[in-house]
T-cell receptor, first 112, second 113 residues
């Protein structure tokens, strides 16, 4: 079964600095999708960024980028110029054959 | 546009009781799924559906039933509630399973005493 691992339970970053949230995955399939979701303290789940396994370029969405290293099976989220509003739980997820699995999450705190 | 609507937002059940968590979406999404979120464990897939009349089990299906009679609705039934089912439940929908981000409902916080 596919597995998603996020090894950082919590991360701190200074406002305006960059931060990387780690995510590794395990699958034997060649076709899959990788996602990052944000969950603020209010509890809703918000889709942020997607990377397909066949995409050659890293996905970017504004200040968010996904550092995709297929051979290492990693899909790290990079947030540049952190803002106070970036403080939240972040979940890495992988979708394969209608089965979306999530990691345990990383709580990011942005310090002023 | 309401998106994904979950009801109720909060529920307390006694052990052994049954109930249905409602989920409805108005985006004509084919794909719908139910997750539970427990501290330190992320989200775990309970059941999912790729279209009306089609459902399948996820990672933790025991104790839950689903049906998909229409594209819009995907209710989750707890057959006989147990304290281990205390959790936050999320319903999600998408155009398709492969490369579309999910739209999540606001969640149902369920406590079984």
């Amino acid at each position: 079964a596919q597995k998603i691992t996020q090894t950082q339970p919590g991360m701190f970053v200074q406002e305006k600095e960059a931060v990387t949230l780690d995510c590794t995955y395990d699958t034997s399939d060649q076709s899959y999708g990788l996602f990052w979701y944000k969950q603020p303290s209010s509890g809703e789940m918000i889709f942020h960024i997607y990377q397909g396994s066949y995409d050659e370029q890293n996905a970017t969405e504004g200040r968010y980028s996904l550092n995709f290293q297929k051979a290492r099976k990693s899909a790290n989220l990079v947030i540049s110029a952190s803002q106070l509003g970036d403080s939240a739980m972040y979940f890495c997820a992988m979708n394969n054959n209608n089965d979306m699995r999530f990691g345990a999450g990383t709580r990011l705190t942005v310090k002023p | 546009n309401a998106g994904v609507t979950q009801t109720p937002k909060f529920q307390v059940l006694k052990t052994g009781q049954s109930m249905t968590l409602q989920c409805a979406q108005d985006m004509n999404h084919e794909y719908m799924s139910w997750y539970r979120q427990d501290p330190g464990m992320g989200l775990r897939l309970i059941h999912y559906s790729v279209g009306a009349g089609i459902t399948d089990q996820g990672e933790v299906p025991n104790g839950y039933n689903v049906s998909r009679s229409t594209t819009e609705d995907f209710p989750l039934r707890l057959l006989s509630a147990a304290p281990s089912q205390t959790s936050v439940y999320f319903c999600a929908s998408s155009y398709g399973p492969a490369n579309y981000g999910y739209t999540f409902g606001s969640g149902t916080r369920l406590t079984v005493v």
